[in-house]
C-alpha cells in the first residue's frame, strides 16, 4: 500500500476525490469536525459500495482517504481497493497534516 505526503497531496487537491473518515462513534457528524477544505466527511462505516459508486463512479478516479490518526483511513483504503478503487490513498493522520483545515461536512456532490 502507497502512502501519500501532504504536500504531495496538496498538489493533486483539485483532481482527487479526498474523503475524511469521522469516528464510527460520531454518526452524526458535527460542524466542529475538521476536515481538509475540498474534502468530503464522511463516516468509516459510510463507506459502501452504494456511496462509493455515487460520490465516485470513475473507479479510476483518484481517491485519498485520511481520519484523525490513520487507523480508520487505512481500513477505509482497504475497503475501496477491495470495491476495484485501484488508485485509493492513504494519507494517514490528519493530526500530521501541516496545513489549514475546516469544520463541518461539504455539501455532497
Not at 22 to 28: M, V
Not at 97 to 105: E, F, K, L, R, V
Request: aromatic share 6%.
Amino acid at each position: 500500500m502507497k502512502n501519500l505526503r501532504p504536500l504531495v497531496l496538496t498538489a493533486l487537491l483539485f483532481s482527487v476525490v479526498s474523503i475524511s473518515c469521522a469516528s464510527d462513534a460520531i454518526h452524526a457528524i458535527t460542524p466542529a469536525q475538521a476536515r481538509i477544505d475540498g474534502s468530503l466527511l464522511l463516516t468509516l462505516d459510510q463507506i459502501t459500495a452504494e456511496t462509493a459508486a455515487n460520490l465516485i463512479p470513475n473507479k479510476d478516479s483518484t481517491v485519498v482517504v485520511y481520519c484523525r490518526t490513520g487507523r480508520r483511513s487505512s481500513l477505509s483504503v482497504k475497503i475501496l481497493k477491495e470495491m476495484g478503487y485501484s488508485k485509493a490513498f492513504d494519507l494517514g493522520g490528519l493530526n500530521s497534516w501541516p496545513y489549514s483545515t475546516i469544520n463541518g461536512p461539504r455539501a455532497s456532490r
